[in-house]
C-alpha cells in the first residue's frame, strides 16, 4: 500500500506513494522525542538479605529478651505464692496458739475467781463463827455474873444497876436471835461491866466467870469447820472420845475459856471441842 507524496517542482505538490512500516518508524521517532527518559534504579538483592537477616536477628533478640523477663516474673510470682503460703501458714499456727492462751488464761482466771469466792466464803464463814460464839460465850458470862450478883442482899442503887444489867442481857439475846452479833456482843459487854460494878462487899468472885463452866442460855446449832476431836474435857491433854468430821452438826451448850462443851444431835452424846474447830 502506498500513499501520494508532494512534488516540489510541480504546480500542486504531488504526493509520493510511501510504504506504512516507514510511516510506524516516524511516529515511533516522534513519539520518543517528546517523552523524558526517568532513571532506572537497580535493587542490589545481597543488602536486602542482609536488611532481612538483621531485621530476624533484632526480633529473635527482642523474644529472647522479652522470654527472659517472663521467665523472672514468673520466678518472682512463684517466690511471692510460697512466702504468701508460708504467712498463711504461720497466721494460722499463731491464731491456733493465741486460742489456746485466751483458754488457758480464761480457765486461771474462772480458777481465781473460784478461789476468791471460796476464801471470801471462808473468811465470812470465820467471822460468822468467831462473832456467834463470842456473843454467845459474852452472854453466859453475862448471865453468870448477874446471877452471882442476884445472890446478895442490895440497896436501892445496886437494884437499879442490877435492873439495867438484865435489861442489856435481855437485848442481847434478842439481838443474838436475830442474827445481830456484833449487837449482841456489845449488849452482853454492857451487861457485865454494869453487873461487876455493884460491890457487893463480901469478897465473892465475879472478876473471872469465865474460869468457870458456864452455860449457853440458849442452846446454838453449830458446825464443824474441819475434822475435829471430841474429847472428854475441856484441854489438849482431855482423852478424845471420837473424831468428827468436816461439817458434821453439834449443839453448842456451853463453854470454858477457849473450849465449846457441844451435844451431838444424833446420840445426845456430849464433849469439848475447841473453839476454832466451830463455826
Request: charged letters at 30%.
Amino acid at each position: 500500500m502506498t500513499q501520494k507524496t508532494f512534488s516540489p517542482g510541480s504546480k500542486g505538490m504531488q504526493f509520493k506513494y510511501i510504504t506504512r512500516p516507514v510511516v510506524g518508524l516516524l511516529a515511533l521517532l516522534f513519539f520518543s522525542s517528546c517523552t523524558t527518559k526517568k532513571p532506572v534504579k537497580v535493587v542490589d538483592n545481597s543488602q536486602v538479605c542482609q536488611s532481612k537477616k538483621i531485621e530476624k536477628k533484632i526480633e529473635k533478640k527482642n523474644t529472647v529478651v522479652d522470654d527472659s523477663k517472663i521467665r523472672q516474673l514468673e520466678q518472682k510470682i512463684a517466690e511471692l505464692s510460697r512466702k504468701l503460703a508460708e504467712q498463711k501458714l504461720l497466721s494460722k499456727k499463731l491464731q491456733q496458739t493465741l486460742l489456746i492462751k485466751h483458754k488457758e488464761t480464761d480457765a486461771c482466771r474462772q480458777a481465781n475467781e473460784k478461789l476468791i469466792k471460796e476464801l471470801s466464803q471462808s473468811k465470812a464463814k470465820l467471822a460468822t463463827r468467831g462473832s456467834k460464839l463470842e456473843a454467845a460465850t459474852l452472854i453466859a458470862e453475862a448471865t453468870a455474873v448477874i446471877s452471882t450478883v442476884e445472890q446478895k442482899p442490895l440497896n436501892e442503887p445496886q437494884k437499879i444497876v442490877r435492873e439495867r444489867a438484865l435489861e442489856n442481857l435481855k437485848e442481847s439475846k434478842h439481838e443474838l436471835a436475830e442474827g445481830n452479833y456484833e449487837s449482841a456482843s456489845y449488849l452482853s459487854r454492857e451487861a457485865m461491866v454494869k453487873a461487876k460494878g455493884i460491890d457487893i462487899g463480901d469478897g465473892s468472885s465475879t472478876a473471872h466467870p469465865a474460869e468457870k463452866e458456864i452455860f449457853f442460855s440458849t442452846p446454838l446449832q453449830m458446825k464443824l469447820f474441819t475434822t475435829g476431836n471430841l474429847r472428854k474435857g475441856p484441854s489438849i491433854n482431855a482423852g478424845v472420845k471420837k473424831i468428827l468430821q468436816e461439817g458434821r452438826c453439834v449443839i453448842a451448850v456451853g463453854h470454858k475459856q477457849n473450849w465449846v462443851k457441844v451435844k451431838l444431835a444424833d446420840t445426845d452424846e456430849t464433849g469439848w471441842i475447841h473453839l476454832s474447830l466451830l463455826y
